[in-house]
Nanobody, 119 residues
């Protein structure tokens, strides 16, 4: 799983970003894909996951503000982040899990994309 460029420049609270990551061919549409984040001093937190059927599970903290999507033809996973808050500041990681439906196992991780939200 390779992280895509999302700018890296700080964004003001209320703004939007759309990080993305690229995956090996035919994996985005057939595997559980997810976004996690980790803020300094905190553990890694699950943000959202999507299974092969397109079913999604969001963390309560991002519901209504973040949207996961995928481009199956190009094996790309996106995270549309809107109404950003300073507490969303973290390193964001995309991850690939098992074939089909999601479990707690994610063997493949991207390198991470820094998201910084200023107040």
């Amino acid at each position: 799983v390779q992280p895509g460029e999302s700018g890296g420049d700080p964004v003001q609270a209320g703004g939007s970003l759309r990080p993305f990551c690229s995956a090996p061919r035919y994996t985005v549409s057939t595997h559980c894909m997810a976004w996690f984040r980790q803020a300094p001093g905190n553990g890694r937190e699950g943000v959202v996951r999507i299974n092969m059927a397109g079913g999604t599970t969001y963390a309560d903290s991002v519901k209504g503000r973040f949207t996961i999507s995928r481009d199956d033809a190009n094996d790309t996973l996106y995270l549309q982040m809107s109404k950003l808050k300073p507490e969303d500041t973290a390193m964001y990681y995309c991850a690939r899990g098992q074939w089909g439906y999601c479990s707690e196992t994610f063997p493949h991780w991207g390198q991470g994309t820094q998201v910084t939200v200023s107040s």
